[in-house]
Structures are given as structure tokens and as C-alpha cells.
């Protein structure tokens, strides 16, 4: 069956700019999840959904940082006023309500300019 | 606060040349340990969940192994297709968020 998808795969925009980033998550799955990765670290949590609602967005860097998953399925990441530092690979991942085994996709890269 | 470190963070191998690589935790209620592997350009792709010391997993050349304070990737005979970072994560409190570390970048030569 069909893994995560994240559209765009790549992402390129000026620094002050409003950038949205998608996620398609496994069908069934329930659970989705927002991680960041910088080159060389491994992924840091932004943010977990159990259905349309936002479970835990401790990882969250500040408020210019929002997401949404308005149907319990696709999930937009949104950032405000992009800054040099958001210049990351942004990951998505699902998993079933039984387990915590997550489910990655192929991410979006962000390069901020 | 939760902390996962692995070692080396670099290996290069002969083929066929067997090793292990290493994950120690410090976590408060370990939920399950995760390992993962990541290709270059790719998103991490699952291996295994270990949920107790003393549980064990194989698939194919790897074997995960889990005590009380770490893991052990065990890669025996590894081929060039073997080469990836691999990334260990761990589960705590609720279960949901994964803490993962730095990798470690293994190369498996001709």
C-alpha cells in the first residue's frame, strides 16, 4: 500500500515569507506526527495528532509554528515569517492506533534564503 | 530530560566484516526503543520496536538487542547495501513522542 507522501519535496523562499508544508499520511492510520531535521542530528518532535486534534505540540520552536489536521487525515505544517534558522528537512509520520511503530515520509526540505 | 546517544558516529566496514553498533539511553518510563535506518535524501525507514530488557529482534543481517541502560545493532556479514545511517529512538511518557539520536553512519566497503 501507499507510504506517507509530503508535498512540496523541496522548498525554497525568502526569509520573512509564509511557507505551508503537506502531509498524506498512511490510510487508517490515526496518529501523525511533525518532526524537524538539520544535517547531521537526528529527527526533533514538533508536534503529534491523534485524530483531528493536536495531542502534543511541545516541540513546537515558538508561535510562528502552527499545524493543522482538520479531517484527521492530511496534515498542513505551517510557518510564519520564515527565518533563516526554519532551513531544515521537515518529516511526517504515521502509525496505527495499536502501536507506535511510526511510519516516515520522505520529508520536505526548507531552505530559507 | 530524555537522552539518547550513539556510538561511533561513524563506521566504515569490509564486507562481510560483522560489528555492533551502540544506543544508551537515559529516559524516565521507557515506552519502546526504535531503530530505524536513513538513506541519504530519505526519510527514516523502520526496523524495530523493543519494549524490554532481554528482547531481541532479527531481520535479515541485523539483530537488535535490549538492556536495561542500552541497545546493540548487531550487523553480521554486512554488504555495500548496508550502507545508511542508522538511527535509534526511544518512546517515553505517553508513548508517542520519539526521542532519537545522532546516528550513526555506516559504510560497508567492497
Known amino acids: 500500500g501507499a507510504g506517507v507522501s509530503q508535498t512540496p519535496s523541496n522548498k525554497v523562499t525568502e526569509k520573512g515569507k509564509y511557507v505551508e508544508l503537506r502531509c498524506d499520511p498512511i490510510?487508517?492510520?490515526?496518529?501523525l506526527y511533525w518532526y524537524r531535521q538539520s544535517l547531521g542530528q537526528g529527527p526533533e518532535f514538533l508536534i503529534y495528532?491523534?485524530?483531528?486534534?493536536?495531542?502534543?505540540d511541545s516541540g513546537l520552536p515558538n508561535d510562528r509554528f502552527f499545524a493543522v489536521r482538520p479531517e484527521g487525515s492530511v496534515s498542513t505544517l505551517k510557518i510564519q515569517r520564515t527565518e533563516r534558522g526554519d532551513s531544515a528537512v521537515y518529516l511526517c509520520?504515521?502509525?496505527?492506533?495499536?502501536?507506535?511503530?511510526?511510519?516516515f515520509g520522505p520529508g520536505t526540505r526548507l531552505t530559507v534564503l | 530530560e530524555d537522552q539518547v546517544t550513539q556510538s561511533p558516529e561513524a563506521l566504515r566496514l569490509q564486507e562481510g566484516e560483522s560489528s555492533s553498533l551502540n544506543c544508551s539511553y537515559t529516559v524516565s518510563g521507557l515506552r519502546g526503543l526504535f531503530w530505524y535506518r536513513q538513506d541519504p535524501g530519505k526519510g527514516p525507514e523502520f526496523l524495530f520496536t523493543?519494549?524490554?530488557a532481554g528482547e531481541e529482534k532479527e531481520k535479515e543481517r541485523l539483530k537488535a538487542t535490549l538492556t536495561k541502560k542500552e541497545s546493540f545493532l548487531h550487523i553480521t556479514a554486512p554488504k555495500p547495501e548496508d550502507s545508511a545511517t542508522y538511527l535509534c529512538a526511544v518512546a517515553t511518557g505517553g508513548g508517542n513522542k520519539l526521542t532519537f539520536g545522532t546516528g550513526t553512519q555506516l559504510k560497508v566497503e567492497l
Open positions: 490510510s487508517g492510520h490515526t496518529a
Open positions: 495528532f491523534q485524530g483531528t486534534g493536536a495531542a502534543d
Open positions: 523493543l519494549y524490554s
Open positions: 509520520a504515521s502509525s496505527s492506533y495499536v502501536n507506535n511503530e511510526q511510519f
